[in-house]
T-cell receptor, first 113, second 116 residues
């Protein structure tokens, strides 16, 4: 089945630093999504990407849909303590059961003030 | 934006009892909702797809008689964990997609189930 490899698994950074994480897939997706999850909460959508090559920003966050449709990255610039959490990428395939979301294993971000 | 309400947020039940979790789309209609399970420090695993007015579609390895799903209306899906056991303790999350809006799936805030 489809699998997503998300890296890194965890990051420990200083406040103000930039962060980059990425996901790669063994197959093509038609949508890439990036979510953030705080402890005890459901994931919250950060950025949605629908076209290969698309580069989208949401405040200090920037994400791109890879040209091959098999990868995506998320960058966070000038990190702040409230960026702490787990970030998940999710991909959606084409139609039927492949239309369901598949999640990466997450990147746990820790920010040192 | 699209809002999904999940209730309860936490529940503790005795082994052998059943627990019902509700997922409501508050400002949109959802013909399809999704139920996930998340173990500590792990990712979300899709359990089943809930279809309004028809049977749910379960992922491989998920017992349909154990995890009963009912999607009786366009705004409500329920997941009932029947005859719960300690190994069913987990974080359960639902999601839905508002097809009228661009954007991804909206998730509920999750339900922490503890079976004692």
């Amino acid at each position: 089945g489809q699998q997503l490899n998300q890296s890194p698994q965890s990051m420990f950074i200083q406040e103000g630093e930039d962060v980059s994480m990425n996901c790669t897939s063994s197959s093509i997706f038609n949508t890439w999504l990036w979510y953030k999850q705080d402890p005890g909460e459901g994931p919250v959508l950060l950025i949605a990407l629908y076209k290969a090559g698309e580069l989208t920003s949401n405040g200090r966050l920037t994400a791109q849909f890879g040209i091959t449709r098999k990868d995506s990255f998320l960058n966070i610039s000038a990190s702040i303590p409230s960026d702490v959490g787990i970030y998940f990428c999710a991909g959606q395939g084409y139609g039927g059961s492949q239309g369901n979301l598949i999640f990466g294993k997450g990147t746990k971000l820790s920010v040192k003030p | 934006g699209a809002v999904v309400s999940q209730h309860p947020s936490r529940v503790i039940c005795k082994s052998g009892t059943s627990v019902k979790i509700e997922c409501r789309s508050l400002d949109f209609q959802a013909t399809t909702m999704f139920w996930y399970r998340q173990f500590p420090k792990q990712s979300l695993m899709l359990m089943a797809t809930s279809n309004e007015g028809s049977k749910a579609t379960y992922e491989q390895g998920v017992e349909k008689d154990k995890f009963l799903i009912n999607h009786a209306s366009l705004t409500l899906s329920t997941l009932t964990v029947t005859s719960a056991h300690p190994e069913d303790s987990s974080f359960y999350i639902c999601s839905a997609r508002d097809r009228q809006r661009t954007g991804g799936y909206t998730f509920g805030s999750g339900t922490r189930l503890t079976v004692v």
